[in-house]
Structure formats: C-alpha cells, structure tokens
C-alpha cells in the first residue's frame, strides 16, 4: 500500500452562526498534547459528527464544553458563552451525555435521580421524559446501581434529551446499547432533531451506526482537526476510483486534489482521492488509468480512509 | 406508504427517497391528493435526519411531483403523470445503476442488452409453457 | 436557536433546596440507625437505675463536646459520597454555578447534621428529666481558690453550687459544625483528602505523644494552654480550667481554678468556628477545573 501525504481537507466553516465555536484551544495533561490548537465549528442545527481515534481529544473537548475542563490557551463558545466563565448557563441549555456509565447516586431509584435532573434542569418536558422513559423501556423503580451499563446508557440519554436543551453533546451515546434500544435510540434522535431546534456534536468511534442522521463531520487526530464539512461535502469530493493502471503510472492531480489512499493489484488498482470527479478521473485518464468506476464512501470508510494516512513529517 | 432505503446504495440518501416516491408512484401505491408521510415520521422510521427528508421532499415539489400545503403536510401533485413522465425516469435512474455495475465488473453496455434479451425471452417461454 | 431563546441557570434557591433532598437521602440510611438507637435509647434506659444514674445529672453539656467531634466527622463522607470533587460527578454537570451550589450541598448536609445532633441533645434532655427532674441540671461543683492548698490538703478547696448553663447545650452544636465544616474543607480542597487527614492525625499523635512523654510546657500549651487550643474546640475550654486534685485523703476531683461562662465558652469556640468556616469556604472556591 503507498500511501501519500495528508490531505489537506477544508476546514472553513463559513460565517456561521454557529452553535459551538473553538478556536486555537490546546489542554496539556502531564505526558500528552490532548489538544492542540484546535479550532472548529458547529454551525446552529447542524448534526455534527467528530471522528478520531482514542485519544484524539474528543471527551476532553466535549468536558471542557461542559465547563469541567481547563484549557491552556485558546477560546471556546457555546451559544456565544465561554463555558469556563458562564458554566452554568451554559450547562443550562447542554443536554450532555458523558463517556463514563456512572449514575450519580447509586442509592436512588432512576425515577428519583430524574427527578432530581427535572428539578435542576431548566425547561424539563415531563411528559417527554416519561414517554422516553416508555421508548427506551426503562424502569423507574430500580435503583441506579443496579442497572447494567446499556439501562445507564439509556437513562444518560433521557437525561439529555429531556429538557430539549439547544446543544446535545453526546460521547459515544450508542455505547453500551444492544441493538434493539440503538435502533430505538436513532429514531429517538431523528424525531427528537424533527420537533426541537437543536445542535448535536457526537462523538464515536462507530460512524456507521449514526451515519445517516448527521449532516456535518469533522476528523480529529491527536489533538487536531484534520477537517470538518458537511457530509454532503465529503461523499462528493472524497471517492473512490476503480481502474486499471499500467505498470509505471505515475499519478500526478492538480491543485485542491490529493489521493488519500492507493491499493495496487496486479492487474488494476482503487484510488481514494479528494476532488472533484471529474477533474480526478481526467487527471487518472491523462496519466495512463482507465476508470472503471466511481463511488463515494461511506462516512465510516471515509474516516477509516483519512485516519489511516500517515503524516509525513 | 413504505419507503425503504437499500444500505448497499451509494446515492445520497435524498435522492433515494426520492426514487422510492416515484417508484410508489408508478407501482400505483401512491397517486394524486395523496400524503406523502410527514418530515418527522420519516425520518424516524428511517432513522436519518429528518433535514435529508425535507430536503427529498424539496426536489420532488421543485420537479412538480409533490406540493406542500403549510401546516398540513406534503401531497401528491395533482398534475403528476406516473406513466407518461415518472416511469421512464425511473427506468433510466435503474439503467444509470445497471451500466456502472457493468463497468465495474469489466462488461460493455451491449454485454449487457444481450443478456437481458436472453432473461426476456426465457421468461416469455416460461410464460407460454404455464398458459 | 437564537441567543434569546436560550434558558437561565436555574436558580440557586431551587437547586439549594433540592440538594437538602438529594443530600438528605444520601445519608438516610445511617440517620435512621442513630434515629433507631436513640429511640432504643428512650425506651430501654428507664428500664434500668444503673443507667439512669450514669446519665445525669449533667452540670456541663460541654462534656458533649468528643461525641459531638466524633459525629461531626462523618457527614462529610456521606454527602460527598460518588462526588468526585476533582471529576465529573453529576453535581458538576448540573446547570448550577459549582462553587454556589457545593456550598449549597455543605449546607444542606450541616442542616441534616443539626438534626441529628438536635435529636441526640433532646433524647439526653429527656432522658435526664426522667431520671433526675429537674435536678438533673443542678448541682454542686467543686471550685479551688488556691491549687497548692487543696492538694497539700490545707484547705483552698470548696464546693459551690452550680446550674447547667443554657449555653452550654450550644456547645455540641458548635464543636459538630466545626469537624463537619473541618473535614468537609479537607475532603474539598485537597486532592488527596485521606493522605492529609490521615497523615494529619499521625503529626496530631506524635506532637501529642511526645508532650505527654516529655511533659513539655508547648505540649501542654497546645493542646489545653489557650482558649484557642485543641481543648477549647473539643470542650469549649472548660478542661483548662479544671485541675486534678488529689487530696491527701486520697480522693481526687476535678476542680474549677475558674468557673466557665458564656464569653470564655464564645471565646474558645469563636475561633474554631469561623476558621473552620473560612477553610470551608475557601476550599468550595477551590477550581474543579479538571
């Protein structure tokens, strides 16, 4: 497999507005650069998407938006508030599902420890809640410590979702979740996106398992985003190019194109390259390839495809 | 109405659902006057954004297939002609798919109609032989 | 959504309330034990002479004061339960200011605090009054005009009759807030919490120990010296001023060099509390920032 350099893929956001905004942020822990100088955007009602591999920097992001984090330089934005100064009004209109699968208070019921969230949580929908508490089949009566880490998972959703708060950050929301209550779950969250103006950024490992209800992705690598657009974006300019390809080929693209990944067999060859299509296959045609084919990728092959680069330093 | 989406279909998800529409249409499930189902429980039961379902249901008023009434939901455009119009698009949307899949396993388009003129006539004999 | 659309933090009154629930319920089980003994207490001590006569009288509720230490340092431990201070506990996900809203639980864990005390001094009056009437609260009390005297057995030494101050039954009030806010500070402002209280109490031991074995003024100082010291916190500075008297008689009493009263109780305690306070206070300000 060769492989080439890192592709530089867009990173502009346009003006926005936007419901999270990070600019230049780094946090150092002891040993690691969690983050460093990071920026993105989340534009208002987006569903967005970041992918990166474990220790990219996700949940120290996501807790930093929270207002738990500490930052080393840099600004951060929710709604225009600095989660550091106006935590808690900002935690006011988060809906946050964290990483870790602990319930605050093991010696209350569910049904207690959502009450305690209703009462401290502005806009609570009540009935919401309970008919969630419905969907997701969770029982009020048990007590908290006794739940399995999937029935945590849930009742940390509902959480969230209750009070139908502008910004969801969800961290690894599918986490933990059998089948049964993640297909719940999505469906959950696309009606939940249908009735209530709201923002999400979701982290996960696993993009196929949310990809069709987020609209904008970005792929963050130790501590920096390589890129952030909308899904549309992405499957137009990052595909995947079937040919066959003689001996000595020499791929030479244009400006604003750059192949991601190449595999050689013996006989033909598939290109991952970002650009437009057929500015790609043109400049496949002109160094001697015949292209037999042309598809997007998925979400989840194309995180795979643009993490797996190397840097070349 | 039942709309599916095919997971190995690499179309954006938009234009899938619009194909489903249309394919409703010329199978006769869906006609004239008819609501189409609302932005929210479309996107839930096919749990996608409900934003690629609004937008789905954008080009298919911009094409003159559906018109929306505000507040009331999404129609079947009254001028719609499933036959006339609909069903050859579709047949083009279906050959489209049927020549990149040729391409893709090294067959040439005439490859192709030679083969569906041989399954065309076995099921014509197949047909003859019951009757 | 736009910027005007979006909600308040909910208001610190709603959350502090709903923290004297949470924090009630999370120490619900061990309350009910101490409810459930000092009601056994109520009921099975008349039974018996012997303990009614152990009970009472009492001339000094400052006596209270190691109990009330000792009950006071267990709160913090059941409020802070599953509270990561440094981590993501749910108090710190909530949509509450964090500095406000540990205070909020600080004070909803004393005020369940004061009610256990509360329940504990009202049994003990109870109890006293069954026993004794109001006799129970009156007394004599042994006094030493000069110290030399009443030990060579010369005299200096008399009795004279006492009642129970009222403000003595503040006082294990006051010596359960300071542990409480104490080891409340401790568990919040520092990181390593047991590591401190813990090596605390080994200087604590030693300083003790090596007073006791070198019979050292500054020992001595430390622990009773001043209204201020350790005693001061732990009986409201009655002890210092108690001598031990062995007569030539052979009989021993502790006997007042100087009658407690309710500004040398306030001066001892004073310090205690407000300090205690401050390093609370000061420990709630501590960032959470992880």
């Given at each position: 497999?060769?492989?080439?350099t890192m592709?530089?893929?867009?990173?502009?956001?346009?003006d926005?507005?936007?419901?999270?905004?990070v600019?230049g942020?780094?946090?150092r822990?002891e040993?690691?650069?969690?983050?460093?100088?990071?920026?993105?955007?989340v534009?208002?009602?987006a569903?967005?998407?970041l992918?990166?591999?474990?220790?990219?920097?996700?949940?120290?992001?996501?807790?930093m938006l929270?207002?738990l984090?500490?930052?080393?330089?840099?600004?951060?934005?929710?709604h225009g508030?600095?989660?550091?100064?106006?935590?808690?009004e900002?935690?006011?209109?988060?809906?946050?599902v964290?990483?870790h699968?602990?319930?605050?208070?093991?010696?209350?019921?569910?049904?207690?420890?959502?009450?305690?969230?209703?009462?401290?949580?502005?806009?609570?929908?009540r009935e919401y809640?309970?008919?969630l508490?419905?969907?997701?089949d969770?029982?009020?009566?048990?007590?908290?410590?006794?739940?399995?880490k999937?029935?945590t998972?849930?009742v940390q959703?509902?959480?969230a979702?209750?009070?139908?708060?502008a910004?969801?950050?969800?961290?690894?929301?599918?986490?933990g979740l059998?089948?049964?209550?993640?297909?719940?779950?999505?469906?959950?969250?696309a009606?939940?996106?249908?009735?209530?103006?709201?923002?999400?950024?979701i982290?996960?490992?696993?993009?196929?398992?949310i990809?069709?209800?987020?609209?904008?992705?970005?792929?963050?690598?130790r501590g920096?985003?390589?890129?952030?657009?909308?899904?549309?974006?992405?499957?137009g300019?990052l595909?995947?190019y079937?040919?066959?390809?003689?001996?000595?080929?020499?791929?030479?693209?244009?400006?604003?194109?750059?192949?991601v990944?190449?595999?050689?067999?013996?006989?033909?060859?598939?290109?991952t390259?970002?650009?437009?299509?057929?500015?790609?296959?043109?400049?496949?045609?002109?160094?001697?390839a015949?292209?037999?084919?042309?598809?997007?990728?998925?979400?989840?092959?194309?995180a795979?495809?643009?993490?797996?680069?190397?840097?070349?330093? | 109405?039942?709309?599916?989406?095919e997971q190995?279909?690499?179309?954006?998800?938009?234009?899938?659902?619009?194909?489903?529409?249309?394919a409703?249409?010329?199978r006769?499930?869906?006609?004239?006057?008819?609501?189409?189902?609302?932005?929210?429980?479309?996107?839930?039961?096919?749990?996608i954004?409900p934003?690629?379902?609004?937008?789905?249901?954008?080009?298919?008023?911009?094409?003159?297939?559906v018109h929306?009434?505000?507040?009331?939901?999404?129609?079947?455009?009254?001028?719609?002609?499933p036959t006339?119009?609909?069903r050859?698009?579709l047949?083009?949307?279906?050959?489209?798919?049927?020549?990149?899949?040729?391409?893709r396993?090294?067959?040439?388009?005439?490859d192709v109609l030679?083969?569906?003129?041989?399954?065309?006539?076995?099921?014509d004999?197949?047909?003859e032989?019951?009757? | 959504?736009?910027a005007?659309?979006l909600r308040?933090a909910?208001?610190?009154?709603?959350?502090?309330?709903?923290q004297?629930?949470?924090?009630?319920?999370?120490?619900?089980?061990?309350?009910?034990?101490?409810?459930?003994?000092?009601?056994?207490?109520?009921?099975?001590?008349p039974?018996?002479?012997?303990?009614?006569?152990?009970?009472?009288?009492?001339?000094?509720?400052?006596?209270?004061?190691?109990?009330a230490?000792?009950?006071?340092?267990?709160?913090?431990?059941?409020?802070?339960?599953?509270?990561?201070?440094f981590?993501?506990?749910?108090?710190?996900?909530?949509?509450?200011?964090?500095?406000?809203?540990?205070?909020?639980?600080?004070?909803?864990?004393w005020?369940?605090?004061?009610?256990?005390?509360?329940?504990?001094?009202a049994?003990?009056?109870?109890?006293?009054?069954?026993?004794?009437?109001?006799?129970?609260?009156r007394?004599?009390?042994w006094f030493?005009?000069?110290?030399?005297?009443?030990?060579?057995?010369?005299?200096?030494?008399?009795?004279?009759?006492?009642?129970?101050?009222?403000?003595?039954?503040?006082?294990p009030?006051?010596?359960?807030?300071?542990?409480?806010?104490?080891?409340t500070?401790?568990?919040?402002?520092?990181?390593?919490?047991?590591?401190?209280?813990i090596?605390?109490w080994?200087?604590?031991?030693?300083?003790?120990?090596?007073?006791?074995v070198?019979?050292?003024?500054?020992?001595n100082?430390?622990?009773?010296g001043y209204?201020?010291?350790?005693d001061g916190?732990?009986?409201?500075?009655?002890?210092?001023?108690?001598?031990?008297?062995?007569?030539?008689?052979?009989?021993?009493?502790?006997?007042f060099?100087?009658?407690?009263?309710f500004?040398?109780w306030?001066s001892?305690?004073a310090?205690?509390?407000l300090?205690?306070?401050?390093?609370?206070w000061?420990?709630?300000?501590?960032?959470?920032?992880?």
């Amino acid at each position: 497999m060769k492989v080439s350099t890192m592709t530089p893929l867009p990173i502009d956001m346009g003006d926005g507005p936007f419901a999270i905004e990070v600019e230049g942020v780094s946090r150092r822990f002891e040993e690691t650069q969690a983050l460093d100088d990071l920026a993105l955007a989340v534009p208002e009602g987006a569903v967005y998407v970041l992918v990166g591999p474990n220790g990219a920097g996700k949940t120290t992001l996501l807790t930093m938006l929270m207002g738990l984090g500490a930052r080393d330089s840099g600004s951060l934005r929710v709604h225009g508030m600095d989660p550091a100064a106006r935590g808690a009004e900002v935690r006011a209109n988060v809906g946050y599902v964290p990483e870790h699968q602990r319930l605050g208070y093991p010696w209350l019921t569910v049904g207690r420890y959502l009450e305690h969230c209703a009462r401290l949580t502005p806009g609570w929908d009540r009935e919401y809640a309970a008919r969630l508490c419905r969907d997701f089949d969770v029982d009020l009566s048990k007590r908290c410590d006794s739940l399995s880490k999937g029935q945590t998972r849930r009742v940390q959703i509902i959480a969230a979702l209750a009070s139908r708060p502008a910004v969801l950050l969800l961290d690894e929301p599918t986490d933990g979740l059998d089948h049964v209550i993640r297909d719940v779950m999505l469906g959950v969250l696309a009606e939940h996106f249908a009735d209530s103006p709201t923002t999400a950024l979701i982290s996960t490992h696993r993009v196929y398992e949310i990809e069709r209800l987020v609209d904008h992705v970005g792929v963050l690598r130790r501590g920096r985003l390589l890129g952030q657009m909308p899904v549309d974006d992405l499957r137009g300019k990052l595909r995947r190019y079937w040919g066959t390809a003689p001996e000595d080929f020499e791929l030479s693209l244009g400006s604003g194109q750059r192949v991601v990944r190449t595999i050689r067999g013996p006989a033909d060859a598939e290109w991952t390259v970002w650009g437009e299509e057929q500015d790609v296959v043109a400049g496949l045609g002109r160094a001697g390839a015949t292209v037999r084919d042309v598809a997007p990728l998925s979400l989840d092959e194309a995180a795979t495809a643009l993490l797996s680069q190397r840097e070349i330093s | 109405m039942l709309i599916r989406l095919e997971q190995t279909d690499g179309r954006p998800l938009y234009v899938q659902i619009m194909d489903a529409v249309r394919a409703q249409l010329v199978r006769g499930a869906l006609g004239a006057g008819d609501a189409l189902p609302s932005v929210r429980e479309l996107a839930s039961s096919l749990r996608i954004n409900p934003r690629t379902v609004s937008q789905a249901y954008a080009e298919l008023e911009r094409e003159g297939i559906v018109h929306v009434r505000p507040g009331k939901g999404s129609f079947i455009d009254s001028d719609v002609q499933p036959t006339e119009v609909e069903r050859p698009r579709l047949a083009r949307e279906v050959a489209l798919r049927t020549m990149a899949d040729a391409s893709r396993n090294g067959l040439l388009l005439d490859d192709v109609l030679d083969a569906l003129r041989i399954l065309a006539r076995e099921a014509d004999s197949k047909k003859e032989g019951v009757g | 959504m736009s910027a005007g659309s979006l909600r308040h933090a909910t208001p610190p009154g709603v959350a502090a309330v709903e923290q004297l629930r949470v924090v009630g319920l999370s120490m619900r089980r061990e309350m009910l034990v101490v409810a459930a003994a000092l009601l056994g207490l109520l009921i099975l001590a008349p039974m018996s002479q012997e303990i009614m006569l152990e009970i009472g009288p009492l001339l000094l509720p400052t006596d209270l004061g190691p109990l009330a230490f000792t009950v006071g340092i267990v709160p913090p431990l059941l409020v802070w339960r599953r509270e990561a201070f440094f981590g993501e506990s749910t108090l710190w996900l909530l949509p509450v200011e964090h500095t406000a809203h540990a205070r909020a639980k600080v004070a909803a864990g004393w005020l369940w605090l004061m009610g256990v005390v509360g329940m504990g001094v009202a049994v003990l009056i109870g109890l006293i009054l069954i026993g004794h009437g109001t006799d129970g609260f009156r007394g004599m009390v042994w006094f030493a005009t000069d110290v030399a005297a009443a030990r060579a057995g010369t005299g200096g030494l008399e009795q004279i009759p006492w009642a129970t101050p009222v403000w003595g039954w503040a006082h294990p009030f006051f010596v359960a807030t300071c542990t409480y806010l104490g080891a409340t500070a401790i568990l919040l402002g520092l990181r390593r919490p047991f590591h401190w209280a813990i090596g605390g109490w080994i200087v604590l031991m030693a300083i003790g120990l090596s007073a006791e074995v070198t019979t050292a003024a500054w020992g001595n100082a430390l622990l009773s010296g001043y209204d201020v010291a350790a005693d001061g916190l732990v009986t409201g500075g009655h002890d210092t001023r108690q001598v031990w008297v062995t007569l030539p008689t052979g009989r021993a009493y502790w006997a007042f060099t100087e009658l407690p009263t309710f500004s040398s109780w306030l001066s001892s305690i004073a310090p205690w509390t407000l300090g205690t306070f401050a390093a609370c206070w000061l420990a709630t300000r501590r960032s959470r920032q992880v």
